[in-house]
């Protein structure tokens, strides 16, 4: 039985998403149960809306305070000590739960469980890592998306060490490939971290492609994007920004006017088809790698589905061995 | 009478897309003529086949050798010394244009075009800006976009400074907003380059926003956002490949069947409309600021259309003494 201890108050919407999604996700896993972590009252109230809830795969740990998306790293980690998200970290360090997740503040939820749980051995630093659908109708992880923003090449290269454990544990990739983010693919190119940390990948036994440019994300060529969390984290908000600027543009010319209106009825199918492969809910759940323990963190907005798929990821690491796995590949 | 130089051997397409372009846009505003700079047959042959030139406006100027996409920058620098990009740079040199641009190899277009002109007194290093629309239905300006892959806090400040000159010079904007591309807006984010940024920017004389994050490009908080080469390089050709991932997938459902197909053309003046507003073709036109001279690089992969566009913002350049202004800029 794996056991997964989720922070329900985390998340723009909290309760209401991850109460349901949790439920539906020990529903479809027989082989999972839960703690659902947060005010008692509310979590009870949650589970009365829902029909066939299986009551024998879930166990509520009770916190008194939750932690805000505008609470400091600082108050997050000394101030609020039994807030949800250091309850859910805690349950994993005792070996309670085999991971934990959240859809609360990053910077908060990667102190914390870093704070509880420490960092493996032969890490320096852990990583945030996230996969988005690309065009080969698979997807790209990329790390780091913001824990680190000054890296050393060592960094990268340890970075690009657990995004293998990461991919071979959840996607079951044998060799994934890993590219290195860069503003050309020739050797030559880059600023003198990405030159330093090519030579360090190159002579790895890790599969390094070599440079990768920003487009290559989209185009499926590597299985691992590799840069530091600077850089991760402004590209990944800068293609949500593009995302939404779509989507939104989209809705506001199908409902400019009546004949408009009719055209997004008929094309309504292929519109659905269009969102499905382009729904990045289905990849929602990123990795903080290099914990001694699973840690996954959903994205902040995600609706049921999202929250839903993000439990799934952190089942595969779990039954995919991924810790075991980054020990391997950082302690060889 | 403004004239430019237009390196006609530049770009995906080359002369198919420069002569037509650079003719329907001396049609279009009668106060700019043109030299015309590459192969002196070829350039006549694509005029042959073009209605109602104006050759009045028109003036060929014969360059054995173009350099392409694969060149070294020290094989276009050193080795090819009369191709178009090099007498491009040279007509404003002797005063002979106002302007040059070419939708060449940015590398080799950047480092010419800086051998030629030398940089501006009080730039250390010149810098590559471009704009994108953004969900005002206007656009966000953003620079370094490549050319400096390591930058100091001093060079992120002139890149402020070049910014504000260009959009009062091309989108008359008074006094222009600009952020700091950051991982968070709030003010002790970032790594050490963007913090020391920070603090230059805010006792300067700028209009400075403060931090902005990769989302807020798309939002349009601020008319300028600026960033290291390294970073804007990336986001620029990050966005590009979800563009075009969207595009294509879109096609590619719309295309499936033939229910789909007759969707499409219900859809057709829908999509049409969503082509116009998220079409940054009407943005083409990078300009590479800090040189002695007006100098601007088009998309290579632009189109007629595109690269007429980009000849109007050169124009508007000029005509708004873009380097006077970035003058006035670094040395009050």
Redesign the interface.
């Known amino acids: 039985m794996i056991k997964i201890a989720i922070d329900c108050m985390g998340g723009d919407a909290g309760l209401p998403v991850t109460v349901p999604a949790s439920v539906s996700f020990i529903k479809k896993y027989c082989d999972t149960s839960v703690f659902l972590v947060g005010s008692d009252d509310l979590i009870k109230s949650c589970l009365d809306k829902i029909h066939n809830v299986p009551f024998n795969r879930i166990e509520i740990i009770h916190s008194e305070e939750s932690i805000g998306m505008n609470d400091s790293v600082d108050v997050a980690l000394r101030k609020k000590k039994k807030s949800s998200m250091h309850l859910s970290a805690h349950s994993v360090k005792n070996k309670l739960a085999d991971a934990c997740i959240s859809a609360g503040n990053t910077g908060a939820w990667m102190a914390i469980s870093k704070y509880v749980l420490k960092t493996l051995e032969g890490i320096d630093r852990p990583a945030i890592a996230a996969s988005i659908p ?2 080969t109708g698979k997807s790209t992880t990329i790390l780091d998306l ?1 824990a680190n ?2 890296c050393s090449p060592e960094n990268l290269l340890q970075f690009a060490m657990m995004g293998t454990a990461l991919i071979k544990s959840i996607d079951g990739v044998i060799n994934p490939s890993i590219g290195l ?3 050309g693919s020739e050797l030559i190119k ?3 971290l ?1 030159k330093s940390t090519f030579d360090l990948l190159s002579s790895s036994d890790l599969n390094f492609y070599g440079n990768v ?7 499926g060529v590597v299985d691992i994007v590799v ?5 991760g ?14 989507s ?3 809705q506001e ?2 409902k ?1 006017n009546l ?2 209106l ?3 009825i ?2 309504k ?2 519109l659905n ?2 969102k499905r ?2 729904d990045n809910r289905r990849y929602n759940g990123a990795s903080l790698l290099g914990l001694k323990g699973v840690v996954f963190k959903s994205h902040g907005s995600a609706d049921i589905v999202s929250f839903h798929y993000a439990l799934r990821r952190t089942r595969e690491a779990v039954l995919n061995g991924l810790i075991n796995n980054i020990s391997i590949n950082i302690n060889r």
């Not at 440019?213 to 185009?219: H, T």
């Open positions: 690309n065009q913001g923003v000054d983010l860069n503003v880059g600023n003198s990405t440019e920003g487009n290559d994300i989209f185009n840069c530091d969390g600077f850089v984290n402004i590209v990944l908000k800068s293609i949500e920004g593009l995302a939404k600027m779509f939104v543009t989209m010319e199908f400019k004949l408009s009719f055209a997004s008929m094309a199918p292929v088809n269009l492969r382009m």
